[in-house]
């Protein structure tokens, strides 16, 4: 909630409040009043009744949206992107918006059948990153892609079965150019025609017993190697 009351793309409407959230909180109601921000008590019940959370913290606040359009998000000479095609896991989506921002990524796409980056459990998964990086949405995957390429960026698969890993494309080079990693569903990745549309596809090494890694921890790698590379 600091983080959507900092964000210059919008604005926190109104906060619901209850009495000890707001003895706990008081620098955070500030800062609401501060911005013209309407705030209304509530008691426990009705805290409850709005959030979806098992055990509320008494803070709830209705807020713009944040996805912007393709162009504008994609906007300047972004270096690094993460795409989410058909991510359904709300959590898991949130995540890697959370590790995009902690990389230095320029943008988040969520693209084709992915989640709404509005769920609750995906807002709250990203930690406040949703405020913090431009956040675009479309059905289309293809308009993304093509989003993509206009804006200069190499459009990279993070797939499991593809024949060269990150190390050897670090070795190359290739990890140091503009970038756009794209990145599946957690139980099946990026289907083939999908692969097959993009620009190369790479996969995380895997040195132990382990059959693979979930969604959020493979994004992490792929985007931290390129952040790395882009970086020295």
Request: glycine share 8%; with cysteine; proline share 4%.
């Amino acid at each position: 909630m600091r983080e959507a009351l900092a964000w210059t793309g919008g604005a926190v409407h109104e906060l619901f409040v209850t009495a000890t959230a707001a003895e706990r909180n008081a620098e955070l109601l500030q800062a609401a009043r501060s911005q013209g921000v309407r705030i209304s008590d509530v008691d426990d019940k009705a805290a409850a009744s709005l959030s979806e959370t098992v055990t509320p913290q008494g803070l709830v606040a209705v807020c713009d949206v944040v996805p912007q359009p393709l162009d504008v998000a994609l906007g300047g000479t972004p270096r690094l992107v993460a795409v989410l095609h058909g991510v359904s896991d709300p959590g898991n989506a949130g995540t890697v918006t959370r590790v995009a921002d902690a990389a230095g990524a320029d943008a988040v796409i969520f693209a084709g059948d992915t989640v709404d980056p509005h769920n609750g459990k995906c807002v709250r998964a990203s930690t406040g990153s949703l405020f913090h990086l431009p956040i675009a949405r479309s059905r289309d995957a293809d308009e993304v892609f093509a989003a993509c390429r206009r804006a200069g960026l190499r459009l990279v698969a993070a797939d499991g079965y593809a024949e060269q890993d990150l190390v050897a494309a670090s070795a190359q080079g290739e990890l140091s150019r503009p970038t756009a990693w794209v990145f599946g569903s957690e139980a099946h990745g990026l289907p083939d025609d999908v692969v097959a549309k993009l620009d190369t596809s790479l996969k995380v090494p895997l040195y132990g017993a382990a059959e693979s890694l979930n969604l959020a921890t493979a994004a992490a790698v792929c985007l931290y190697a390129s952040a790395r590379d882009q970086r020295n």
